[in-house]
């Protein structure tokens, strides 16, 4: 199959931003067999010289059992976790009923153009085990994990302490990290686990070296006292740190209200911040500054954080980031910086090799746009226009393996 339209690429000259070449990628048995710059071939099976050819775009932070609560009541957080949250996740005590809207959600991920995810299930062992199965067959790229929590949640939504490790131990026989899709390691966040149940996590991130860990860190002011009290008087990085889960495979959520040292930490650990300007402004949670975590050499991924976030698209969601950074007056991330985030830089800070980028031998995960808008007659950038300008339904198809996973009406 051949799918022709101007690439998104990688820059060779400027680290950390996109570019854009006309050409095309040939596919062949759910792989990408060829990239050719600068030339249209005779034959197009997908896609035209006017559209934009991307890769999947990457989610490195998203909650699956919350899409059916998107903008449900931007309280702040521990009252919107209590009050709407929980109540929500409890639905997926039904197995059956988190497989099915699982694969609603996969439906609504690929017609966004996502294609690989780094994603939360509820604390439920079958309904995770049936979201992992969903997704798989659904043809997404990642990892989605069981959110332990033995403690601050309603009676459905905690688990044993060892029951959860132990469930988390299966995950990871189940869905190994050599997987397409695999299992992560994902402690929901410090104030909804004991110290018991992070050392377990520890344990088994540190059994599972390859293995991706994920939680929720430093998202807002009342949770970072919470876990003070909790902790005896603690930072919030170093109740991880103690606990063996600060990691260069850690994506940390959020990582809003930290101090130098906090900061510090994560760098020589090369641990992620999965940033998520959306869902920091639905919840006034605060404005993380992107800039200042560059600048310090801490890494940086960008997610939705469905449903704290309102955008299932992560352009909105790039969109979103330029936007909080400009309103803090942070070095601006240039269009081509926010193209490369929710592409390759998501798959370098999740550890993708295969993933987010056009690229021979990775799988065939892309997505075709065309977008209504004289955008290649730009004389100063088209990717700012399609970045600003963008409307989800100039998806026209979305590839995973090769195969339409998505077709516009
Ligand atoms: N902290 C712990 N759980 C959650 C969650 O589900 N969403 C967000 N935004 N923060 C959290
Ligand atoms: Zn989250």
């Not at 690989?116 to 997704?135: F, K, Q, R």
């Not at 109740?239 to 994506?251: I, K, M, S």
């Not at 402004?281 to 469905?306: K, Q």
């Not at 240039?334 to 056009?358: C, K, S």
């Amino acid at each position: 199959m051949i799918v022709v339209g101007q690439l998104l690429l990688e820059c060779a000259e400027t680290p950390g931003a996109a570019r854009l070449a006309p050409g095309y990628v040939r596919v062949e048995d759910g792989f990408i067999a060829e990239v050719v710059e600068g030339e249209l071939p005779s034959t197009c099976d997908l896609g035209g010289p006017e559209c934009l050819v991307s890769p999947g775009l990457i989610d490195t932070h998203l909650h699956l059992p919350q899409f059916d609560m998107i903008g449900a009541h931007g309280m702040p957080l521990l009252e919107w976790l209590m009050g709407v949250t929980f109540p929500s996740e409890s639905r997926w005590e039904d197995a059956a009923f988190a497989a099915a809207m699982t694969e609603r959600v996969a439906k609504q991920l690929v017609s966004v153009g996502t294609t690989t995810v780094c994603a939360y299930s509820t604390v439920h062992h079958e309904a995770t085990v049936a979201a992992i199965e969903t997704l798989s067959k659904a043809g997404l790229r990642g990892v989605v994990g069981q959110a332990m929590s033995d403690r601050y949640a309603p009676d459905n939504l905690v688990g044993g302490t060892k029951e959860l490790l132990d469930q988390t131990a299966n995950l990871l026989e189940q869905f190994p990290h050599s997987g397409r899709l695999a299992a992560a390691i994902t402690p929901r966040f410090a104030v909804s686990c004991t110290p018991e149940l992070l050392s377990g996590a520890g344990r088994l991130a540190a059994e599972n070296p390859e293995v991706i860990v994920q939680t929720h860190l430093s998202e807002t002011i009342p949770e970072c006292q919470l876990i003070g009290e909790l902790y005896d008087g603690s930072k919030y990085v170093d109740v991880y740190r103690a606990h063996g889960l600060v990691t260069e495979r850690t994506l940390f959520g959020h990582g809003i209200h930290l101090d130098a040292a906090e900061r510090a930490v994560l760098r020589e650990a090369s641990a992620v911040i999965a940033h998520c300007p959306l869902a920091n402004s639905f919840l006034r949670s605060g404005a993380m500054n992107r800039a200042m975590a560059i600048n310090e050499g801490v890494r940086l991924s960008l997610g939705s954080d469905i449903g704290g976030g309102y955008e299932r698209s992560m352009v909105r969601v790039a969109r979103a980031m330029v936007e909080t950074a400009s309103a803090l007056g942070d070095v601006y991330p240039t269009p081509a910086d926010a193209w490369w985030q929710i592409t390759a830089g998501n798959a370098d800070a999740a550890g993708f090799a295969d993933a987010g980028r056009l690229q021979p031998g990775a799988p065939a995960d892309l997505f075709i746009a065309e977008p209504d808008l004289p955008w290649l007659e730009s004389p100063v950038n088209p990717l700012a226009m399609i970045l600003f300008a963008w409307d989800d339904r100039w998806v026209r198809q979305t590839l995973v393996r090769g195969d339409v996973a998505y077709r516009a009406g």
